[in-house]
T-cell receptor, first 110, second 115 residues
């Protein structure tokens, strides 16, 4: 059973068309939920860390929120340069490594 | 450069050969992670180190895979008797201490192709 599930697998938006990406998780004792951006041919790049339900983080056109079972990455008025794969990861208990989801491939069309 | 450096960037080998992939983390970063990423998938954890101590190797697929970080800096991931199913992008990441903040710095990866 996947511990981290991201949806949709792929999303195509027109420039300026706001939307949200979802990350749901099944682990208990969450010690952090993390969002990364990955451009083609590159390694993932850190965006946000969320620790507790109700927490929100923002960076430019991106806002990440967290509930007890899922996180959303809201993209407001996206631009073509926001096109990338967005990865969600979780960490639970002690000193455990990050467990990544499969990602959502976002394409923003001008 | 100031980022995580991996070499080789591309490696093509024949089935049955051994390969060694190298990772040079960001200076001062205590923790070093190895992940494997298949096309269209998220990174899959293999192993990690704090300083020279291997903390968790639960993600290594089998005993053909091993990793070391003898001086607490550069790390080598070794795959013995390679098989076609080992073909993937191998990514190294480092962080200051542990993964508490979740801020891992990834290298550009080593793409392994086993013929």
């Amino acid at each position: 059973e996947d511990q981290v599930t991201q949806s949709p697998e792929a999303l195509r938006l027109q420039e300026g068309e706001s939307s949200s990406l979802n990350c749901s998780y099944t682990v208990s004792g969450l010690r952090g939920l993390f969002w990364y951006r990955q451009d083609p041919g590159k390694g993932p790049e850190f965006l946000f860390t969320l620790y507790s339900a109700g927490e929100e983080k923002e960076k430019e056109r991106l806002k990440a929120t967290l509930t007890k079972k899922e996180s959303f990455l809201h993209i407001t008025a996206p631009k073509p340069e926001d096109s990338a794969t967005y990865l969600c990861a979780v960490r639970w208990g002690g000193n455990t490594p990050l467990v990544f989801g499969k990602g959502t491939r976002l394409s923003v069309i001008a | 450069g100031a980022g995580v450096s991996q070499s080789p960037r591309y490696k093509v080998t024949k089935r049955g050969q051994d390969v060694a992939l190298r990772c040079d983390p960001i200076s001062g970063h205590v923790s070093l992670y190895w992940y494997r990423q298949a096309l269209g998938q998220g990174p899959e954890f293999l192993t990690y180190f704090n300083y020279e101590a291997q903390q968790d190797k639960s993600g290594l697929p089998n005993d053909r895979f091993s990793a070391e970080r003898p001086e607490g800096s550069i790390s080598t991931l070794t795959i013995q008797r390679t098989e076609q199913r080992d073909s993937a992008m191998y990514r190294c990441a480092s962080s200051l201490v542990g993964s508490g903040t979740g801020e891992l710095f990834f290298g550009e990866g080593s793409r392994l192709t086993v013929l």
